[in-house]
């Protein structure tokens, strides 16, 4: 059930950038800006471990108006100390919603690029994602973010030798005014960006996550904690809801503090996705008298999102050992957490890194999970996105 409901939903999140607005109903065409807008490009490449290099190679293309073809090419030379050949090419498309950085430069090797990307007047950048990277012809680490509507980003060769730039790499970019949320920005320079940003806004998009209506727009409120009725909602919409529905009301409820009768005392509006969590053998409660209780309000903690989310996935096998320093399946441990596989699970699927100490990463399993955390795991589950 798990991996099928995956798919279906990967096949919308995946696009997350350009298709975001798609998804809300807009399109290519009309996300384009009815105005001018400007570019401003700066590229330099290099061959640092030359000895003889007496520096980069430098493009530069300052307020260029945005249409067909390529803002920056070959002829914006502007530096070219060591006399390195090759040329480069940045084409941003605001109808596809796309900054493409390409080389075709056969036989002229590079080791480094810098990238920047400043577009002004009608279209604000307020985010980028990478949709792929060939830029080079060996493995590089590609470093990239966005800063007061900037786009910056570095490559760096890995492998030894001196590779050809002779590929493309293309990036996504949305509208500042196309996030689903006030007060989540992909922006580093804004005091509501949100290391989360993408995951946020796709399942915004999508429905998944709907957050509170202000006069000023929707808020996501990311950094408040999750309560375990909320996790429910967000789970039964991505992997219930139309892909695995609750057929009918069960005859009797599964959990004595949930009902789906209004008037009752225990009645909450997210009861059809804690009853398809029971149903789906999910969640399963704390025995107390009279049945079993699901306790909506409490605030879940991040070894439980790691079980929910391991029985999702009901054929998965389980890992060996656990990655984490703080968590151990040994009973006799101080560590020991009964969902332990769950956790080792969640890091095998790259679905949680944890933080990073001078011990080894640390899941922190008792810590209570705020909402960008729970947008984060959603979204890496169905787009099977790793996390940087």
Not at 322 to 343: G, K, L, Q, R, Y
Not at 344 to 351: P, R, V
Request: glycine fraction near 8%; charged fraction near 20%.
């Amino acid at each position: 059930m798990y991996r099928s409901a995956r798919r279906t939903v990967a096949a919308v999140a995946t696009m997350a950038i350009g298709a975001a607005a798609v998804a809300a109903g807009a399109t290519a065409a009309n996300a384009a800006p009815d105005e001018e807008s400007l570019a401003s490009i700066v590229v330099e490449i290099d061959l640092p471990t030359d000895d003889s290099g007496q520096g980069p190679m430098v493009f530069s293309a300052t307020d260029v108006v945005i249409g067909e073809g390529p803002e920056l090419t070959g002829d914006d030379e502007i530096a070219n100390p060591s006399g390195y050949c090759g040329e480069v090419e940045v084409d941003v498309d605001l109808g596809m919603q796309t900054i493409t950085v390409s080389s075709s430069s056969d036989a002229c090797n590079f080791e480094t690029a810098d990238v920047s990307v400043e577009i002004t007047g009608d279209f604000i950048l307020g985010g980028v994602e990478l949709y792929s990277d060939s830029l080079f012809d060996a493995e590089t680490e590609l470093e990239y973010y966005l800063y007061d509507g900037t786009l910056y980003a570095s490559w760096t060769l890995i492998e030894s030798g001196s590779p050809d730039m002779n590929g493309a790499a293309v990036f996504g970019i949305v509208h500042s005014d196309e996030h689903p949320f006030i007060d989540v920005h992909a922006d580093m320079a804004l005091s509501k960006y949100n290391e989360h940003w993408l995951a946020i806004g796709s399942l915004g998009y999508m429905g998944i996550v709907r957050g509170w209506e202000t006069p000023e727009g929707f808020e996501f409120r990311p950094y408040e904690r999750t309560t375990r009725d909320a996790l429910a909602a967000f789970m039964y919409r991505t992997f219930g809801d139309e892909v695995n529905p609750v057929s009918d009301e069960p005859a009797v409820e599964p959990f004595v503090d949930v009902s789906s009768d209004p008037d009752s005392p225990h009645y909450n509006e997210h009861w059809e996705a804690i009853y398809w969590m029971a149903a789906e053998g999910l969640a399963e409660g704390w025995p107390v008298d009279g049945g079993y209780a699901y306790r909506p309000t409490a605030q879940i903690t991040r070894d439980a999102v790691a079980a929910f989310m391991f029985r999702l996935d009901g054929g998965a096998s389980a890992p060996q050992g656990n990655p984490f320093t703080d968590v151990s399946s040994d009973p006799e441990s101080a560590d020991f957490s009964e969902h332990a596989v769950a956790i080792a699970w969640m890091y095998e699927e790259g679905l949680a890194n944890g933080w990073s100490t001078s011990e080894g990463p640390e899941y922190r399993p008792t810590a209570k999970i705020t909402r960008d955390a729970i947008a984060a795991f959603i979204y890496r589950t169905v787009t099977q996105a790793r996390p940087s």
